[in-house]
């Protein structure tokens, strides 16, 4: 593999992905908007929430329900 990588046939990255290494897995959509929700500037999550904020609600009101409901007594 080390003549691969010298030999300009695949980079480092990809020499360590067939070795086992790393995983080659595609990321999950929570994955994928995390990565992003980091990289991005202040204006870019203000325009993300402003255009999804009906969605961000929902689920917002879901896991507050989801956390109510596991404080209740069980009786």
């Given at each position: 593999m080390?003549?691969?990588v010298e030999g300009g046939?695949?980079?480092?990255?990809?020499?360590?992905?067939?070795?086992?290494?790393r995983q080659k897995k595609?990321?999950?959509?929570?994955?994928?908007l995390s990565y992003h929700w980091k990289r991005a500037s202040h204006?870019?999550?203000?325009?993300?929430?402003?255009?999804?904020?009906?969605?961000?609600?929902?689920?917002?009101?879901e896991i507050r329900d989801l956390l109510l409901e596991a404080k209740k007594p069980a009786e």
């Amino acid at each position: 593999m080390l003549q691969r990588v010298e030999g300009g046939e695949i980079t480092v990255y990809r020499a360590t992905q067939l070795a086992g290494f790393r995983q080659k897995k595609p990321p999950s959509p929570a994955g994928k908007l995390s990565y992003h929700w980091k990289r991005a500037s202040h204006d870019e999550r203000q325009r993300f929430v402003a255009a999804h904020a009906k969605d961000i609600n929902r689920v917002l009101r879901e896991i507050r329900d989801l956390l109510l409901e596991a404080k209740k007594p069980a009786e």
